[in-house]
């Protein structure tokens, strides 16, 4: 895995509002793209909400692609931006299962006698 001059803390990144089994288990992401946003999230986080500010040429790289001002150059580039779009976007749900539909019987049917015998 390529290593990047982006500041690691010491806490796991995870999103359990919007992943609640994790990047690994959603199936949105490869190993290496929650491999990368497990490690280096929380410092991607700050710097995007403006809390941190950018000290090494890969922080200041990665303001620049969350402003649009360069496409992503990088796997934790991409990454991010995939996870800003599948976590704050609004996600679809379908099922296979469609609503049960009321049935009216008519109740005329049930008042006739029937000759079962012949």
Same mark, same amino acid.
């Given at each position: 895995?390529?290593?990047?001059?982006?500041? #690691?803390?010491? *806490?796991?990144?995870?999103?359990?509002?919007?992943?609640?089994?994790?990047?690994?288990?959603? &199936?949105?992401?490869?190993?290496? +793209?929650?491999?990368?946003? &497990?490690?280096? &999230?929380?410092?991607?986080?700050?710097? #995007?909400?403006?809390?941190?500010?950018? #000290? &090494?040429?890969? +922080?200041?790289?990665?303001?620049?692609?969350?402003?649009?001002?360069?496409?992503?150059?990088?796997?934790? #580039?991409?990454?991010?931006? *995939?996870?800003?779009?599948?976590?704050?976007?609004?996600?679809?749900?379908?099922?296979?299962?469609?609503?049960?539909?009321?049935?009216?019987?008519?109740?005329?049917?049930?008042? +006739?006698?029937?000759?079962?015998?012949?």
């Amino acid at each position: 895995m390529t290593t990047f001059s982006i500041r #690691e803390p010491n *806490k796991v990144f995870t999103d359990r509002a919007k992943f609640p089994y994790g990047f690994k288990k959603s &199936g949105d992401f490869s190993i290496t +793209e929650a491999d990368l946003l &497990g490690r280096y &999230g929380h410092t991607l986080m700050a710097l #995007e909400q403006g809390s941190l500010s950018p #000290e &090494g040429a890969d +922080e200041h790289q990665f303001m620049a692609v969350i402003k649009g001002q360069t496409p992503p150059a990088n796997a934790l #580039e991409k990454a991010w931006l *995939k996870y800003v779009r599948l976590a704050r976007q609004y996600r679809p749900f379908f099922t296979l299962n469609s609503a049960s539909k009321i049935q009216y019987f008519d109740d005329a049917a049930e008042n +006739e006698d029937y000759d079962i015998a012949g």
